[in-house]
């Protein structure tokens, strides 16, 4: 089983539709959680971070955590085609372990 | 833009050879971690650095060594380079482990070739 697993995709969504993204891990000792979105041939670009159970707001962007369940999602509302990237979740242990561990990532494609 | 720079944007070796490549952290950070990306997957840890030690490692071979300099910028070295070394290496700056929220930012990348 894969430490951080994610839908390797294409999801393709229509432009101003919304755009759900999916991760689960393995670790229950996983303490925060990041998505980042990577354009191709960049580096990633930290998007979003949460470290509480529930849902945290940042303008287009809904991040989702479900600790019980092992899930974090991102939705990405009135979807622009500049949001077509993959898009990469990654989790930490913290407690002097820092390392982030990522999933593979969910190529995403909004369709004008 | 993160404010984390890292040289050379691009690298061309053969195999065998040796390379290192550097990473200037951003402002108020002293803390830098590297990742490498092949293609297709997911960033993987490397190892940290924090005030100028090792501060954790990932499953990679002691040919993967690094630095930390005083002003927090960091290199890191490969020896005895391999086809599989091929990808693109993250460096990422952050502020001193345990400091909430501790977000990490990466760089540019450099992408190594190993022929």
Redesign the interface.
């Known amino acids: 089983q894969k430490e951080?697993e994610q839908n390797s995709g294409p999801l393709s969504v229509p432009e101003g539709a919304i755009a759900s993204l999916n991760c689960t891990y393995s670790d229950r000792g996983s303490q925060?959680f990041?998505w980042?979105r990577q354009y191709s041939g960049?580096?990633?670009?930290?998007i979003m971070?949460i470290?509480s159970n529930g849902d945290k707001e940042d303008g287009r962007f809904t991040a989702q955590l479900n600790k019980a369940s092992q899930y974090v999602s991102l939705l990405i509302r009135d979807s622009q085609p500049s949001d077509s990237a993959t898009y990469?979740c990654?989790v930490r242990r913290?407690?002097?372990?820092?390392?982030?561990?990522?999933?593979?990532?969910t190529r995403l494609t909004i369709i004008p | 833009e993160t404010g984390v720079t890292q040289s050379p944007t691009h690298l061309i070796k053969t195999r065998g050879q040796q390379v290192t490549l550097r990473c200037s952290s951003q402002s108020g950070h002293n803390t830098v971690s590297w990742y490498q990306q092949a293609l297709g997957q997911g960033p993987q840890f490397i190892f940290q650095y924090y005030r100028e030690e090792e501060n954790g490692r990932g499953n990679f071979p002691p040919r993967f060594s690094g630095l930390q300099f005083p002003n927090y910028s960091s290199e890191l070295n490969v020896n005895a380079l391999e086809l599989d070394d091929s990808a693109l290496y993250l460096c990422a700056s952050s502020a001193p482990p345990g400091q909430a929220p501790n977000e990490q930012f990466f760089g540019p990348g450099t992408r190594l070739t190993v022929l």
């Open positions: 951080v925060s990041f980042y960049k580096s990633p670009e930290l971070s470290y990469l990654a913290d407690f002097g372990n820092e390392k982030l561990t990522f999933g593979t990532g």
